[in-house]
């Protein structure tokens, strides 16, 4: 089992910077285990959709509507992923999701509100 913990969301103004943490903790076996980390978003209404992920080796994967704005980042050593979000924008208002895959099995946190007044 892996636990996830999300912080860094608020309110801020179109424009204007947030940065979303996110720590896994668990067992020492699933830990290890943990490939892909990743962020995903949800706004009211709509479905959740991937907004960036990080493998253990790197490799990113960034959403169109995001790109050059977020940037994703991993320190493997706490286990720990981190969203940088610049130039946010009304429509980036969302609750996030902190993601992370062992093997096959997805692991979700809690969510962390984000939202982006005009």
């Known amino acids: 089992q892996v636990q996830l913990v999300e912080s860094g969301g608020g309110l801020v103004q179109a424009g204007g910077s947030l940065r979303l943490s996110c720590t896994a903790s668990?067992?020492?076996?699933?830990?290890?285990?943990?490939?892909?980390m990743g962020w995903y978003r949800q706004a009211p209404g709509k479905q959740r959709e991937l907004v960036a992920t990080?493998?253990?080796?790197?490799?990113?994967n960034i959403a169109d509507s995001v790109k050059g704005r977020f940037a994703i980042s991993r320190d493997n050593a706490k286990n720990a992923v981190y969203l940088q979000m610049n130039s946010l924008k009304p429509e980036d208002t969302a609750v996030y999701y902190c993601?992370?895959?062992?093997?096959?099995?997805?692991?979700w946190g809690q969510g962390t509100q984000v939202t982006v007044s005009s």
């Open positions: 668990g067992s020492s076996f699933s830990i290890r285990f943990i490939n892909t």
């Open positions: 993601n992370a895959v062992v093997v096959s099995t997805y692991y």
């Open positions: 990080i493998t253990s080796g790197g490799n990113t």
